[in-house]
């Protein structure tokens, strides 16, 4: 069973606007959440986490909420540019020290110019 | 500096045979990760090495798989007894904190096909 949900397997946002990436997790035990960003034929690269003490966290253009109550979390990307097009996954860890990451199956993200 | 490099890219396997997958992880890194993402699906954590010390096995999905770093830097995954399901990418990720956390650097993955 997934713990760690991205409904959207794919998102297009014309450029300078707003995208909204979603996730939604059902293990009560994570208290960690890390986004990650793919291009083709590369690694996934660390973009922006957010502990469960928080409810926002931003860094330049990105900005991730977290709601536990509702478990979910969104990745806000404003403006967005086409260098953004990419696969973002989300991800969750549970405990201090925790190491293993749970992955969501990720959001295809097109930026139209 | 350099990265997290893996080796090969692209490996063609015919049921049954065994493969050798490489990691090179970037120089000092004491956390090394492995994962395995299936086409279509997140990655899915495999194992995890504190140096040269296998501290996690229990994502390997069973005994065909089999991993190691002895020199505590470089590590192979192995997977003996090739089957189709086999078939994914198999990603290697290091960190320079024990246990990495938001730290972990992933390399681009060897995409494994098994015929």
Excluded at chain 1, 28 to 55: N, Q, R, V
Excluded at chain 2, 43 to 52: D, M
């Amino acid at each position: 069973d997934q713990q760690v949900k991205q409904n959207s397997p794919s998102l297009s946002v014309q450029e300078g606007r707003i995208s909204i990436l979603n996730c939604d997790y059902t293990n009560s035990m994570f208290d960690y959440f890390l986004w990650y960003k793919k291009y083709p034929a590369e690694g996934p690269t660390f973009l922006i986490s957010i502990s469960s003490i928080k409810d926002k966290n931003e860094d330049g253009r990105f900005t991730v909420f977290l709601n536990k109550s509702a478990k979910h979390l969104s990745l806000h990307i404003v403006p967005s540019q086409p260098g953004d097009s990419a696969v973002y996954f989300c991800a969750a860890v549970s405990g201090a020290g925790s190491y293993q990451l749970t992955f969501g199956k990720g959001t295809k993200l097109s930026v139209i110019p | 500096g350099a990265g997290v490099s893996q080796s090969p890219r692209y490996k063609v396997a015919k049921r049954g045979q065994d493969v050798a997958l490489r990691c090179d992880p970037i120089s000092g890194h004491v956390s090394l990760f492995w994962y395995q993402q299936a086409l279509g699906q997140g990655p899915e954590f495999l194992t995890y090495f504190q140096n040269e010390a296998q501290l996690d096995k229990s994502g390997l999905p069973s005994d065909r798989f089999f991993a190691e770093r002895p020199e505590g830097s470089v590590s192979t995954l192995k997977i003996q007894r090739t089957q189709q399901e086999d078939s994914a990418v198999y990603l290697c990720a290091s960190s320079p904190e024990p246990k990495g956390g938001d730290t972990q650097y992933f390399g681009p993955g060897t995409r494994l096909t098994v015929l």
